[in-house]
């Protein structure tokens, strides 16, 4: 059985920093993408940042260029987003996301079939 676990979502105040982590079981996915996805209440999830098999392509959504990283690796089947500088609107919960069939860097929701049950990211004003 394949799952994704998120870990690292806390409270945390405007200005400081978080690292999460998704920790894939159940089958490798060093050579596909990864990413992570957001949805804060009342709002439709949304694309935050993807990362191609090998770690060396990303992509970001405008709102956390700059601030937001992400990275993976691969030994470990592990990804990490590490967010810098939030502010409260960056507060929602966080997914993580793995395709068993696309390997470059995507935003598209359409092109990952793994997800994880998401972690709870607040940050206070």
């Known amino acids: 059985q394949v799952q994704l676990v998120e870990s690292g979502g806390e409270l945390v105040q405007a200005g400081g920093s978080l690292t999460l982590s998704c920790a894939a079981s159940g089958r490798t996915f060093s050579s596909n993408a990864m990413g992570w996805f957001r949805q804060a209440q009342v709002k439709e999830r949304e694309f935050v940042a993807t990362v191609n098999w090998s770690g060396d392509s990303t992509y970001y959504r405008d709102s956390v260029k700059g601030r937001f990283t992400i990275s993976r690796d691969n030994a470990k089947n592990t990804v990490y987003l590490q967010m810098n500088k939030l502010k409260p609107e960056d507060t929602a919960v966080y997914y993580c996301?793995?395709?068993?069939?696309?390997?470059?860097?995507?935003?598209?929701?359409?092109?990952?079939?793994?997800w994880g049950q998401g972690t709870q990211v607040t940050v206070s004003s």
């Open positions: 996301a793995a395709s068993s069939w696309f390997a470059s860097a995507s935003a598209r929701a359409l092109n990952y079939d793994y």
